[in-house]
């Protein structure tokens, strides 16, 4: 085995080539199958479960394997091989999005009743933030909590949830003062109970994801299932977004470097003209600058990673690290597909789900435009 690059270590090498065979056999054989299905089995979890990959990072007291954010990021990057964008996203929003708030602001309580089932596999988290009138602009949203004898009730429709219709509990942002905004936001793990209604969009890409609409009329939640600080929904927000943005980014090196592998080996067998493709000078060098984008897309991630592992605040190389890893996948993707020529616009072959699934990328978890914003404040512009 050569030597890893850091911050990725020999062990984190060893854990990576068990979830890359797990991922070739349990789940990448039926990705095919459930794009077409536009669903992945609830089970998944529970296999994902049997073998620790729910709880990576989090302690064994909870049931995780106590590990860190490192092993987690080597789970992020081997995702890719799973072939379906739509399911490695429900697996991420579970492991990722949904469950970290409850590890970070959750009372004991609430860890027992939630992320214990979640790490075992046995209950589905989302996370319901983005509304139909606020995505980037999150203190926009319009979902409100109001307080009554013994909790709160929910009203307000959420979209583009992903798990928004397997879910068991959704982690949900409402506003509990009537202005909302920055100081008015809170946090309620909300069980899939009377009041709400889910229904499953169709999308362009991540088919075999549940990505969803909420709607929450009359939902009522006691009072122990706030989550985190009256108000303090924004902070909640914030401290996750770090993390949320490296793994996407470690899910588009992952697809780069597998997307780049596959598609030099097709340059090679491929032949036109009585030469292999890679035998033309105009697609090797394309191949060439493929590989130094998905090499570029690597340093940058990693360094952001290394910084955050070590518990600096990096938010200037996150931000950096999620915009020029998310277009510079798609545009991998589209380059591979067109090297595929035909085959590549053809559905059993890998790259034309490759490169409608990484077409979320910039736009998910914080735009493109949004993290160029981001960018620009922490710059001083
Ligand atoms: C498949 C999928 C899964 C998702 N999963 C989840 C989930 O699990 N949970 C969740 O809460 N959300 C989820 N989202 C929502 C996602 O985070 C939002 O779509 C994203 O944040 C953008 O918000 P929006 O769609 O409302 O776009 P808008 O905010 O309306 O933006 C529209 C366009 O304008 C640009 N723009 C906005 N503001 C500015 C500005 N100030 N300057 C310049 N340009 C600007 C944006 O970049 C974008 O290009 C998901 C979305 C998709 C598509």
């Known amino acids: 085995m050569t030597n890893p690059d850091p911050p990725f270590t020999p062990e ?18 039926h990705s095919q199958q459930w794009e077409d299905e536009r669903w992945f089995p609830d089970e998944v979890f529970g296999k994902l479960a049997a073998q620790g990959l729910l709880g990576l990072k989090y302690p064994t007291e909870l049931g995780g394997q106590g590990g860190d954010y490192l092993h987690e990021a080597v789970m992020c990057e081997e995702m890719a091989r799973i072939g379906s964008g739509g399911t490695a996203a429900g697996i991420g929003a579970h492991v990722n999005i ?11 309580e609430q860890q027992q009743s939630y992320l214990v ?11 319901g933030i983005t509304e139909p ?16 004898d013994g909790g709160w009730v929910l009203n307000g429709e959420k979209t583009y949830i992903t798990n928004g219709v397997r879910a068991h509990f959704i982690v949900t942002a409402a506003k509990t003062t009537p202005e909302g905004g920055h100081q008015g936001i809170s946090f309620f793990i909300v069980d899939r109970s009377e009041g709400i209604e889910s229904a499953k969009l169709e999308k362009l890409g ?9 709607a929450y009329q009359d939902v009522f939640v006691g009072e122990n299932r706030l989550l985190g600080e009256l108000h303090g929904g924004f902070k909640l927000i914030m401290a996750n977004f770090q993390w949320e943005r490296l793994a996407m980014s470690l899910g588009a090196v992952g697809a780069m470097r597998l997307a780049w592998e596959r598609t030099a ?37 990693y360094d952001a990673l290394r910084r955050f592992v070590a518990g600096e605040e990096p938010l200037r190389e996150v931000t950096m690290a999620k915009l ?18 035909g085959a590549g616009y053809m559905r059993e072959v890998w790259v034309e789900r490759a490169a409608r699934d990484s077409r979320l990328g910039p736009i998910g978890g914080g735009s493109d435009e949004i993290m160029r914003e981001i960018l620009g404040r922490v710059l001083g512009l």
């Open 12 to 29: 984190h090498e060893e854990l990576r080539s068990s979830i890359r065979g797990f991922i070739d056999r349990e789940l990448a054989p």
């Open 98 to 108: 949904a469950t970290p708030p409850i590890w970070r602001f959750g009372t004991e």
């Open 117 to 127: 089932p979640a790490i075992r596999g046995e209950k589905i988290g989302a996370l």
């Open 133 to 148: 009138g606020a995505g980037s602009d999150v203190a926009g949203l319009r979902t409100s909590a109001e307080r009554v």
């Open 206 to 214: 991540w088919h075999a994801s549940d990505t969803a609409t909420i």
């Open 265 to 301: 080996q097709f340059a090679r067998e491929r032949e036109t003209f009585g030469r292999p493709l890679s035998g033309h000078q105009v697609i090797r060098h394309k191949l060439a600058d493929l590989a130094a984008s998905a090499y570029q897309a690597r340093c940058v991630t």
């Open 324 to 341: 020029l890893t998310q277009r510079a996948c798609f545009e991998l993707m589209d380059a591979c597909l067109q090297i595929h020529g």
